[in-house]
C-alpha cells in the first residue's frame, strides 16, 4: 500500500470515530433527568385531600431530584380531565398524576374513556392507604352511624352526603353504606373535596364519606365531628372514633389511597428516578407527620406494588359499581 492510500485510510479512521462519538454524545440519555420543571397533575379542585397529599410529597421529591416540582389543579368529569391530560402528555418523566380510588373505578364507571386506563400510564409509586371518615356539622344531630340508619329509614332519600365528584371514594363509600345498611341517602356531588366541606360546614348538605387527608384539620379544629370510620379495623390517627361496621353495619369496609403514575412509555430510567425521590419524600418527617395525622398507611414500594393493588380495587369496584347500578351522573 502506497504512503497515499495509507494516508487516506488513517483520516477515514479519524472521521468514523469522530462521527461515533458525536452520535453517542447526541442519543438522548435520561443520566440529566429531570433537566426541567415537573408536574403533578392533580385531578380535583385545590383544597382537597388529594391537593395536600400531592403538594407534600411534590416538595419533598423536589429537593431529591433539583428541579421544581409543581402542582397543577385540572379537575373535573370524575378526575378524567386531569388524567388525560397525564394519558396524552409526552413521555418524558415530566407529567405526572396523583391518582386515587376514582382511577380504579372510571373504567366500569365509563364506559368510553378517552384513554384506556391499563395501557395509558406507567406506575412509579403506592404512596399509601387510609380510611375515609363519616362527618357531620358539630350541631348535627347525627351523633352516631345508628343515628344516621335511623333518620334515614324514617325519611327515604331526605338525608344527603357530599362527595368530591361522582365515582370518588367519597361517592362509592356512601353506595357502599346505602347498599349494606339498607337506607336511601341522596348523593351530591362536587368539583373536590374542598367545594364539598365548604358546602358540608355551611349546612347545606347533611355529612360527607370524606378522604382522611381532606377532613383531619376540620376535625382538630372542631368545625366538624367524625361518627366512623370507613376501614375494616380502626384508624391509629382516630383511636376513638368507631368502625362503621361496629356502628351497625357488619361486614363493611372501604379505603381510599394515593399512587403516581407517568404516561405510558416513560423510560425506566425516569421512572426509577422519580421511584426513588418518592421513597425519600415519604421518608422524610414532614411527609409522615401529615400521614400519622391523617391516618395514611405508608406503602412507597416499586412500581409493580401500584400496579398489583390497582388491579385488585378494580375487580372489587367494578362488582359493586355493577351490582348497584351506579353511573356516572
Given at each position: ?12 479512521g479519524v472521521t468514523i470515530t469522530l462521527v461515533a462519538v458525536s452520535g453517542v454524545a447526541a442519543s438522548p440519555s435520561f443520566a440529566a433527568y429531570p433537566e426541567r420543571v415537573v408536574r403533578i397533575i392533580v385531578p380535583f ?8 397529599i400531592a403538594r407534600s410529597l411534590g416538595t419533598g421529591m423536589s429537593q431529591v431530584l433539583g428541579q421544581s416540582v409543581i402542582v397543577e389543579n385540572k379537575p373535573g368529569a370524575g378526575t378524567i380531565i386531569g388524567t388525560e ?220 406494588e401500584l400496579s398489583s393493588y390497582v388491579r385488585a380495587e378494580e375487580m372489587r369496584w367494578t362488582r359493586i359499581v355493577k351490582e348497584n347500578g351506579i353511573t356516572a351522573e
Open positions: 500500500m502506497n504512503t497515499l492510500m495509507k494516508s487516506f485510510f488513517r483520516n477515514l379542585a385545590p383544597g382537597g385531600g388529594t391537593d395536600l391530560a397525564v394519558a396524552k402528555s409526552p413521555a418524558g418523566g415530566y407529567t405526572l398524576l396523583i391518582a386515587t380510588f376514582a382511577h380504579a373505578v372510571n373504567p366500569s364507571l365509563q364506559p368510553k374513556l378517552p384513554y384506556a386506563t391499563d395501557k395509558a400510564f406507567a406506575p412509579v409509586i403506592l404512596v399509601g392507604r387510609s380510611p375515609n371518615i363519616l362527618v357531620v356539622k358539630p350541631d348535627s344531630p347525627y351523633k352516631s352511624v345508628k343515628d344516621v340508619i335511623t333518620a334515614a329509614k324514617a325519611a327515604p332519600g331526605k338525608l344527603n352526603f357530599a362527595s368530591q365528584g361522582n365515582g370518588t371514594s367519597a361517592h362509592l363509600a356512601g353506595e357502599l353504606f346505602k347498599n349494606m345498611a339498607k337506607v336511601s341517602l341522596t348523593h351530591v356531588p362536587y368539583r373536590g373535596a374542598g367545594p364539598a366541606i365548604t358546602d358540608l360546614l355551611g349546612g347545606q348538605v347533611d355529612m360527607m364519606f370524606a378522604t382522611a387527608a381532606a377532613v383531619t384539620p376540620f376535625l382538630q379544629s372542631g368545625k366538624l365531628r367524625a361518627i366512623g370510620v370507613t376501614t375494616a379495623q380502626r384508624s391509629p390517627a382516630h383511636p376513638n372514633v368507631p368502625t362503621i361496621a361496629e356502628g351497625g353495619v357488619p361486614g363493611y369496609a372501604a379505603e381510599s389511597w394515593y399512587g403516581l403514575y407517568a404516561p405510558a412509555g416513560t423510560p425506566a430510567e425516569a421512572i426509577g428516578k422519580l421511584n426513588a425521590a418518592a421513597k425519600k419524600a415519604i421518608a422524610t418527617d414532614t411527609f409522615r407527620k401529615r400521614a400519622e395525622d391523617e391516618g395514611l398507611i405508608i406503602s412507597a414500594g416499586d412500581p409493580a
